[in-house]
């Protein structure tokens, strides 16, 4: 079942070599979180559909293909479904892949899982540590490797995190799996892990490091442009400090920052960075959303609905990256657009449109409909003349006609919207009404005195729904007439949280409100002692104040920029220039896109300084800069790729530290490509890119449509010519 094997490494330590130790992995199959509410107070979250198939499902797949042999599936919220689900699928029946469950209704946190998972001693030697949340494609071989290496090396080396490089947004400073900006601290050489901050920790502007962290460490770099993706190879030891530290509760929070700053025991993390492998965590409806496009594009291959086949459905992979499964009906005049998936026995009506969406199995969707960026699950009923944009549509909904979804909407299973009804933006709406308490997020999703469901929390999701309707809901309700279902009020500072975490795209009044606070933030940072949203240590404060608008780069990027500074005042030849910036690209082990970036950045940043009265004669200082220097950039720019970055540099410069460019980008744009700077292939490329961004990653690119259309068209004009 799922994916090709791929070989991993599953024996003993060198003194027991005959002793075959099979790779084991603790799957957790519950969040201990309530991010996904309300759908998960009807249904454990590993069981949700991504693009159609359950969640824990692409998680098993994985841990089969990379060679893991016995999987403990820890179960807690709703833990009879899952069980159930497991028990009835083809996971119990894997030749050479066990799975087991360990059921305990009582554990509140992942600290109370490893704590159960202990006392039943099942784990017999180095464990994968996952959760049922997790889409990945990634070879074990070398990571585990890497652990047993330097366990035999050392025997305080107890964990190793997977990590990935993924840039966060300038603006709002979250990746675009919608989880704050992380900063980690690691040894260069060791790969060991020395600090571990996520925004919780410096939402106050400031970033702690111990004197005697830089004491120990004479090499230490600081990363912001990293992921955490969840995936922990860990020794049995791991389990034991879990059972000895009860405080321990959170994996990250409270075991890793626990033990990072434990000088007693002295036990060591390290980390392993994946690369072209892909590994993502489903932590908020954002990431449910990047994710579900990731597989669509094929990021996770083998991972991809054409090869997640499960049950008695296949689903087929068709031209512009629209996936079918059997027995659809369409109607001619129905369009179903690029990127977009139609599940079993699905019916879609008359001019009804649908748009990089995924529409589960056995929906109805009459005519003139509407459906763009949703996830549609099985058995909606979708009248003529709806609207819907990006929203999450859950088991059994019926949507009345002419009812409209607004961007952001999220609607429990069996709730029924009255006819041209409109939901407001960002509404959670269930059957179930919203528990009078909030749960922190380590509580359970069961474990709330006040839900409707403690009492049958393992019934489906279903069966206690229609119940509730019919007790609950009259003619007329919260959602129009005929509708059913609670619209659940927003809770104090829920509404940022909603925006930041929905599957609907981020606004660009959102952005420019981001922004307007991050300039009002550092407004009031004057000390060395602060951080910046930019995520890089601020200089002491006897530092010039010209290098306070430079933090957010790192060492290369300003030693460029000295050097470029000091070829214009002391009038240095180009090539002494370019000798001189391919020295600092080896001394910082950087690539040429780097130094293709790092100069134009320079470049243009002279050129805002240099005196300008106007929009012109700031135009006419970028033209007298790259006029002289034009040799010396596009000696960095022989690829797309180098061409790409330093457009991308010019989006983050009109952003963050030269917004004076921003209304000029297009005009400039043209004109890198009038002098051979850019090319046609490389701009296209850059709004090919952007396709799937959200709105506020594609103002630029808007922006340049006329140009982008111009570039798009001219060779058909230059081929009517010579015919």
């Not at 784990?123 to 959760?131: E, H, N, P, R, T």
């Not at 993502?280 to 086949?309: C, E, G, Q």
């Not at 700077?677 to 952007?690: F, G």
Request: glycine share 4%; hydrophobic share 35%; proline share 4%.
């Amino acid at each position: 079942m799922g994916a090709p094997k791929k070989s991993a490494a599953r024996v003993s330590e060198d003194h027991d070599d005959l002793v075959r130790v099979p790779l084991q992995a603790i799957l957790i199959a519950d969040s201990f979180t309530t991010k996904f509410r309300p759908i998960t107070l009807e249904r454990p979250k590993v069981l949700l559909p991504l693009v159609n198939v359950p969640m824990i499902n692409y998680t098993l797949t994985w841990l089969e293909s990379a060679g893991v042999e016995e999987v403990f599936v820890f179960c807690c919220a709703h833990a009879k479904q899952v069980i159930n689900y497991l028990e009835k699928s083809e996971w119990f029946s894997q030749p050479n892949f066990t799975v087991t469950t360990i059921e305990s209704q009582n554990s509140v946190s992942a600290g109370d899982a490893l704590r159960v998972v202990y006392e039943r001693n099942v784990i017999q030697g180095d464990f994968v540590l996952i959760s049922g949340d997790t889409v990945s494609n990634m070879s074990l071989t070398q990571a585990l490797l890497e652990h047993k290496e330097r366990k035999k090396k050392d025997s305080n080396a107890v964990m190793t995190m997977v990590i990935k490089r993924s840039k966060t947004h300038p603006a709002i400073h979250q990746s675009r799996l919608g989880t704050d900006e992380l900063f980690m601290a690691i040894d260069p050489n060791t790969k060991q892990l020395l600090s571990y901050e996520d925004k919780a920790d410096y939402s106050k502007g400031t970033l702690h490091l111990e004197n005697s962290l830089l004491a120990d460490n004479p090499s230490l770099s600081l990363h912001h442009d990293k992921q955490d993706c969840y995936i922990d190879i860990c020794s049995p030891e791991v389990l034991t400090l879990f059972t000895d530290n009860f405080d321990y509760q959170h994996l990250r929070r409270h075991f890793v920052k626990g033990l990072l700053v434990d000088d007693i025991m002295g036990y060591k993390i390290f980390v392993h960075e994946i690369r072209s492998d892909y590994a993502a965590r489903i932590d908020n409806f954002r990431s449910y959303d990047a994710v579900s496009k990731d597989i669509i594009h094929r990021w996770t291959y083998p991972l991809v609905p054409d090869v997640m086949n499960f049950g008695n459905t296949a689903t087929k992979l068709e031209r512009q990256g629209i996936y079918r499964a059997s027995e659809i009906s369409q109607s001619q005049s129905a369009v179903v657009g690029p990127f977009s998936v139609i599940g079993s026995g699905t019916k879609i009506g008359n001019n009804s449109n649908i748009l990089k969406s995924v529409v589960g199995g056995g929906c109805k969707i009459g005519s003139n409909v509407h459906i763009e960026g949703c996830y549609i699950w099985d058995n909606v009923t979708i009248e003529d003349g709806c609207e819907l944009r990006h929203a999450i549509v859950c088991d059994g909904v019926i949507m009345k006609s002419g009812s409209v979804l607004e961007p952001g909407v999220v609607l429990s299973f069996k709730v029924t919207v009255g006819q041209e009804f409109v939901v407001p933006p960002y509404s959670q709406v269930s059957l179930l009404q919203q528990p009078i308490e909030e749960d922190s997020d380590e509580e359970l999703e069961y474990a709330d005195s006040t839900s409707v469901i403690t009492s049958t929390v393992d019934k489906s999701d279903g069966e206690y729904a229609s119940e509730l309707s019919d007790a609950h809901f009259n003619s007329t309700s919260e959602l129009g007439f005929g509708g059913v279902g609670y619209v659940w009020p927003k809770c104090e500072g829920g509404l940022e949280e909603e925006w930041r975490h929905s599957v609907a795209p981020i606004t660009e009044d959102k952005i420019l409100e981001a922004v307007k606070a991050m300039e009002n933030e550092l407004e009031l940072i004057h000390d060395g002692n602060t951080l910046p949203p930019s995520g890089e240590l601020i200089p002491n404060s006897n530092d010039s104040d010209d290098d306070d608008n430079d933090d957010s780069r790192d060492d290369f990027d300003k030693e460029v920029e000295a050097t470029f500074l000091r070829a214009v005042h002391e009038n240095i030849q180009d090539v002494h220039l370019t000798l001189e910036i391919n020295s600092l690209k080896l001394s910082y082990n950087k690539i040429t896109a780097d130094c293709a970036g790092a100069l134009f950045y320079a470049m243009m940043k002279y050129a805002v300084e240099m005196p300008h009265s106007s929009a012109d004669s700031l135009i006419q200082n970028v033209n007298a800069i790259l006029t002289k220097w034009k040799k010396v950039l596009k000696s960095y720019l022989n690829d797309m790729d180098e061409q790409i970055e330093v457009i991308l540099k010019f989006e983050e410069m009109c952003l963050e530290s030269a917004k004076e460019f921003a209304p000029l980008f297009t005009k400039i744009l043209h004109y890198l490509y009038n002098e051979d700077i850019i090319e046609e292939d490389a701009i296209l490329s850059w709004e090919d890119e952007k396709k799937d961004a959200d709105e506020s990653d594609k103002v630029f690119v808007n922006q340049a449509q006329k140009l982008i259309q111009w570039l798009k068209e001219a060779p058909e004009e230059d081929d009517d010519e010579e015919e």
